[in-house]
């Protein structure tokens, strides 16, 4: 009730101050909610921020559903002549609305301010830099980013006689721990040693993760018209789950949604999950039990994908709209307000500096487990972008669900995934390897 | 034999009943029990907890409610009432009136039926925008103020109704507006009743359109003020809050079932709408 009053206060304020002096640019800014809790209402309070801070502009924070209805009402909105001044896009769809000439390179707005398209994108961790920074040009800011990290229960693993604060740090570790972590009545799993989400998206990050993890690479991040799923490091990644289900039997068989694997963790039916920085604050606000945060387990290297959101600006905004546009992107990647919403949210603060101001530094040591997404990002690779990618990402996740229910062996999966995948980015491959450039 | 098989029809409907209602009653349970991301009672039907109002109370606070269900009533209002016209004007001329290219201006109607609305979406948008109605409840309104379905109930339900109602009066020197008026609108009551119905819900539950062409926040309507705080991808569910948030959506529907069921169940069973 409260934020409604506030906003007509400072609706009323902006009415009443602004046509006496100047017009104030309105503008848009579409956002997803990809976590749970109030993100939606902190959006909301931090624009109000800006815009008390910012006279000369009116930012109005569009709730824009998840980042798939976020995709399609921003290219329905172009379309109608309407586009929003900023959107906060998953880091890995931004490579498709260049593709399509749907976005503008920041590049003249960064030379404006004196800087070089280098040195803008070296404010932001390196591991961000190639989904934002691609084709000879800046295309968006990195806004709030994740890497997968394995939760444990910390009770359950002094329980079984394991040791907290060594959790798993190869794949042959984890099985070992989850074997002892599983409890079984009679035929009936009561407790699963270990979970991962099989839901879109979710899945086929963490897969990417997988292959990383192999010594893989998932894709090619120079080309977006080539997936590596037939290759041996995928196939061993889709072996390794298909392992943990049916031999190891410490995960359960079927596609088991992101949603139902935290809210097992929090209920104690599973010991390890691999879940997003990004719910590292609701983990932390509501694990009743002892929990650790750390690595990825590897198998012939330490590497996870980046995930999250960057900041970008369509195409079709007027110069003022495009100023205004740069003054918010900027400043909701500015360090203060990377580190508050990095507190808030669990994602790490895409940018650097922000680690360097004293209640960063403070939040970090009454949090260690914050630290651990941060000394994780030494490891991190670009996350997958393709033409097409959530159907390019979906013939990969279909056939591993296939191979999680036991009707697929990894081998068969990861043949039948690349087939689809390869057939999805012909035409793509065809316009561009396949044929002379200008 | 006779009063066997009586019982055994209602054991058979009741199970069908009780496994219809499962999700409501788990809706109205959940949202009065204590938040526990999911402990081994959370699907549980029974209510084994102090039953809490504190779900509510955090669904109150995520969402601007009361904005949120009077731009959900104006909506479905505005919708309904430009429909009713609309629709009983077509059915009628549809049922009774005869031109050149009846039957395949109808067929084109039907047609309708089969469009996925979410192709229309770009399409609907630029028309709406050149309109200048982008991001008003309008917008939210404009593609469903024809309904094919509706023309279609309208069309069966004048043409049950027997043509000497309406002789009569054209005996007695009445226009055709006073025999849709006064003849065939009373006695299509049934009939307008079940198309206001499935109209009603239809544009209560709608997520799609008010996403796409709605963008202020004091614009938006009750299912995506819902999707705000209940739809996060990355983390657990918080239960409790989705159910209490997902009941306050529901309950004035619910409420209103609850007190016409007598005249709804009526009208559909008049209409054969099932």
């Known amino acids: ?438 | 034999m006779k009063a066997e098989a009586r019982w055994l029809a209602a054991a058979v409907l009741s199970l069908v009943a009780l496994i219809w209602s499962t999700p409501l009653l788990w809706m109205m349970i959940a949202a009065f029990r204590p938040q526990n991301f999911g402990g081994l009672d959370m699907a549980s039907l029974l209510p084994d907890f102090a039953p809490t109002l504190a779900n509510f109370a955090e669904a109150l606070d995520s969402a601007e409610f009361a904005r949120l269900y009077l731009n959900t009533i104006v909506v479905c209002t505005g919708v309904l009432v430009v429909q009713l016209a609309t629709v009983t004007l077509a059915g009628f001329a549809f049922a009774r009136l005869r031109f050149p290219g009846q039957g395949a201006v109808f067929v084109l109607f039907l047609v309708q039926l089969m469009i996925v609305p979410p192709v229309l979406i770009v399409p609907n948008l630029i028309t709406v925008t050149r309109l200048g109605l982008y991001d008003t409840l309008i917008a939210a309104m404009l593609p469903y103020m024809g309904s094919a379905f509706g023309v279609f109930l309208m069309r069966q339900t004048f043409r049950t109704i027997p043509r000497d109602f309406e002789e009569a009066a054209l005996v007695e020197g009445a226009g055709w507006g006073q025999i849709i008026w006064r003849v065939l609108l009373p006695l299509a009551r049934p009939g307008m009743l079940a198309f206001s119905i499935v109209s009603v819900t239809t544009h209560w539950n709608e997520f799609l359109w008010p996403l796409m062409v709605i963008s202020n926040p004091d614009n938006q309507t009750l299912t995506i003020g819902l999707a705000t705080f209940t739809r996060g991808a990355e983390s657990a569910s918080q239960w409790g809050v989705i159910a209490a948030g997902t009941f306050l959506v529901a309950a004035p529907l619910l409420v209103a079932f609850v007190l016409f069921q007598r005249q709804f169940v009526n009208s559909f069973l008049f209409s054969g709408v099932k």
């Open chain 1, 1 to 438: 009730m409260l934020n409604w009053k506030s906003t007509v206060a400072a609706a009323t304020l902006a009415l009443g101050l602004a046509p006496a002096a100047w017009a104030a640019t309105e503008i848009e800014l579409y956002f997803p909610v990809p976590v749970e809790g109030k993100l939606a209402s902190e959006m909301k309070s931090l624009m109000e921020r800006f815009n008390a801070e910012h006279p000369e502009i009116v930012v109005t924070p569009v709730y824009t559903g998840n980042y798939d209805e976020t995709a399609i009402k921003t290219r329905a909105a172009m379309k109608a002549g309407n586009p929003p001044a900023a959107v906060i896009m998953s880091a890995n769809f931004v490579l498709e609305y260049q593709i399509n000439n749907e976005i503008e390179p920041l590049d003249p707005l960064i030379e404006a301010e004196g800087m070089t398209p280098d040195s803008y994108i070296g404010q932001f961790w390196p591991a961000l830099h190639r989904n934002a920074a691609f084709a000879g040009h800046v295309w968006a800011a990195p806004f709030h980013n994740s890497t997968p990290l394995l939760y444990i229960n910390a009770d359950h693993f002094r329980a079984a006689g394991l040791n907290p604060d060594a959790p798993p740090a190869t794949w042959a570790e984890l099985v070992d721990a989850a074997k002892k972590l599983t409890v079984t009545d009679g035929t009936n799993t009561t407790r699963y040693g270990f979970m991962l989400p099989g839901g879109y998206d979710y899945l086929g990050w963490i897969m990417s993760a997988l292959a990383m993890s192999n010594g893989g690479e998932y894709f090619n991040p120079y080309y977006g018209g080539e997936v590596y799923y037939d290759t041996p490091s995928m196939q061993g990644a889709v072996q390794f789950v298909d392992d943990l289900v049916h031999v190891h039997k410490v995960m359960p068989e079927g596609v088991t949604e992101g949603k139902a694997v935290s809210t097992a963790f929090f209920a104690g039916q599973a010991s390890m999950v691999t879940l997003s920085t990004g719910s590292l604050s609701f983990i932390r606000e509501n694990m009743k039990d002892d929990y650790r945060v750390a690595f990825m387990p590897r198998n012939l290297r330490n590497a996870v994908p980046i995930g999250g959101a960057s900041l970008m600006m369509p195409k079709g905004l007027s110069d003022e709209e495009k100023a205004a546009s740069w003054t918010l992107i900027t400043w909701l990647t500015s360090p203060e307000i990377s580190g508050h919403w990095s507190r808030f949210t669990g994602y790490f603060a895409p940018n650097k500096a922000a680690y360097d101001l004293p209640e960063m530094k403070d939040f970090l040591t009454q949090n260690p487990d914050a630290q651990v997404a941060i000394d994780q990002l030494a490891f991190a690779q670009p996350w997958f972008a393709t033409y097409n990618t959530v159907a390019v990402r979906k013939a990969l996740e279909d056939e591993v669900q296939a191979v999680l229910s036991g009707n697929k062996t990894a081998a068969e999966a990861v043949k039948a995934a690349q087939a689809t995948a390869d057939e999805i980015l012909a035409p793509y491959v065809a316009q561009t390897a396949f044929k002379l450039q200008d």
